[in-house]
């Protein structure tokens, strides 16, 4: 089984930056990081394929977020950069096995971790 530990979340001021980490017990090939606010659905806006092998970002984030994972631990880490309220969610990192189906749909996940919240003011 594997699990998930995300960390770094907190409050900070519009304009701001944060890192996200997300821990793994164990290495898993693709792991995604998505948010949801509260009534809205979840998001996911950045995935991490492998050591980096291909990683790709949401539209409504692309330019001031961005994934890596860690060379040789099983961490994955989300840039935000230039933080907006809209940005204002709980974010989850998500993990499978495989590649299939598209990154953007929760439902092709097997694992996912309890989330760490971001606040946003103005």
């Known amino acids: 089984q594997v699990q998930l530990t995300e960390s770094g979340g907190g409050s900070v001021q519009a304009g701001e930056s944060l890192k996200l980490s997300c821990e793994s017990t164990q290495y898993i090939y693709r792991m995604t990081w998505f948010r949801q606010a509260p009534g809205k659905e979840r998001e996911a806006v950045a995935t991490?394929?492998?050591?980096?092998?291909?990683?790709y970002v949401s539209d409504s984030v692309r330019g001031r977020f961005s994934g890596s994972r860690h060379r040789t631990k099983n961490t994955v880490y989300l840039q935000m950069d230039n933080l907006e309220p809209e940005d204002t969610a709980m974010y989850y990192c998500?993990?499978?096995w495989g590649y299939g189906g598209s990154w953007l749909t929760a439902g092709n996940y097997d694992y996912w971790g309890q989330g760490t919240q971001v606040t946003v003011s103005s």
């Open positions: 998500a993990a499978s």
């Open positions: 991490i394929y492998g050591r980096n092998d291909k990683n």
